[in-house]
């Protein structure tokens, strides 16, 4: 049982789905790092207010709190625009292969006749 256990967390899918959820745990403190350290920043010194979760409006008593909606919001904005950032360096970082030269019908045809005149 214990070698069966050992050969099922060894295969690569299990090996590759665990360092996926390592990474992305270590990759999303990073970015909530940026966002929260440096955008939402930059945020307060235009706006005056990084957090906007204060903001209430009264309907028949009831506070109605839009303002986390609104943090909610420029949240998912900034963290969404950083990982678009980052996916489109690493992108672009990545070498590109010349594409494939593409065969022709002639080509082909020339192809099977030199393959027939070996088999005859």
Do not use: C, W
């Not at 690569?12 to 745990?25: Q, R």
């Not at 930059?42 to 309907?59: E, M, R, Y």
């Not at 949240?75 to 022709?104: D, H, Q, W, Y």
């Amino acid at each position: 049982m214990y070698r069966e256990f050992r050969d099922f967390l060894m295969k690569g899918n299990v090996l590759d789905l665990a360092v996926g959820v390592i990474m992305a745990i270590a990759f999303g403190a990073v970015i909530v790092a940026f966002t929260d350290g440096v955008l939402m920043a930059l945020i307060a010194a235009i706006f005056g207010k990084p957090d906007f979760n204060a903001l209430t409006v009264q309907v028949n008593g009831t506070p109605i709190q839009y303002g986390r909606v609104l943090t909610a919001l420029v949240n998912l904005l900034l963290v969404g625009g950083s990982l678009f950032l980052i996916v489109k360096v690493i992108n672009r970082s990545k070498r590109k292969e010349p594409p494939a030269a593409a065969e022709t019908d002639h080509d082909v045809l020339v192809q099977i006749r030199d393959a027939l005149k070996l088999r005859v």
